[in-house]
Each structure stands twice: as structure tokens, then as C-alpha cells.
Nanobody, 122 residues
Framework: VQPVESGGGLVQAGDSLRLSCAAS????????VGWFRQAPGKEREFVSA????????RYAHSVKGRFTISRDNSKGTVYLQMNGLKPEDTAVYYC????????????????WGQGTQVTVSS
């Protein structure tokens, strides 16, 4: 399965964006999906994750209450709704998938997308 992200862009502080993650080839339906981000000069960090059924979600402390992860398995798509964006949210956002339960580490995901840029201006 090859995750493909979309929905990034340039926004102002306080604005919202919705990222999407679909897959080329096999559907994401059977996979847990995680979102990670990497800012320039920093390590890739966990943002949020969701189980294959959508029953279980996880969030990084820095985004809890502002970001919401969800999925529509009829469309084979996972979403990351980002509200109240801050300049420190600027990063390349990556979607990752794995057959195991949703984890918070990079090692917990086998399949990775190419990323989508999110830039938040102050």
C-alpha cells in the first residue's frame, strides 16, 4: 500500500486545513494510519493516529484539542482536520500506514507517503 497525502498549503495563524490520506494500490481500509510531521532542522514527530476501524485515536499533546483525525473507510481515506493553526505547526506532514495497532513512533509504521507541506504564517 502506498499512502498519498493531499491538502497542504499556506495559511495564516488561526486558520484551518484538512489533510487527506488515500492510497494507491491497495486500500487503507485494513490499516492503522498515523500522521507525522517534520519541520526544517527537526526530527520527524508524531501528530495523530487512528485504528483501522476508527474506534481508537491518539494525539500528540501539542495538537490535542486543535486537530481531529477521522476516516471514511467507504472512501478509503483518512483525514486530519487542523484548526487553530499556529506558526509552529509549519512542517511537512506525512501519512503512514501499518497493519499493527496505531502507534506513536516512526518504527510503528511500514508504509509512508511523500508528504505535504503545511505553512502557517504569523
Amino acid at each position: 500500500v502506498q499512502p498519498v497525502e493531499s491538502g497542504g498549503g499556506l495559511v495564516q495563524a488561526g486558520d484551518s486545513l484538512r489533510l487527506s490520506c488515500a492510497a494507491s494500490g491497495r486500500s487503507l481500509v485494513s490499516y492503522a494510519v498515523g500522521w507525522f510531521r517534520q519541520a526544517p532542522g527537526k526530527e520527524r514527530e508524531f501528530v495523530s493516529a487512528i485504528s483501522w476501524s476508527g474506534d481508537s485515536t491518539r494525539y500528540a499533546h501539542s495538537v490535542k484539542g486543535r486537530f481531529t483525525i477521522s476516516r471514511d473507510n467507504s472512501k478509503g481515506t483518512v483525514y486530519l482536520q487542523m484548526n487553530g493553526l499556529k506558526p509552529e505547526d509549519t512542517a511537512v506532514y506525512y501519512c503512514a500506514a501499518d497493519i499493527r495497532p496505531p502507534g506513536v513512533t516512526i518504527r510503528g509504521y511500514e508504509y509512508w507517503g511523500q508528504g505535504t507541506q503545511v505553512t502557517v504564517s504569523s
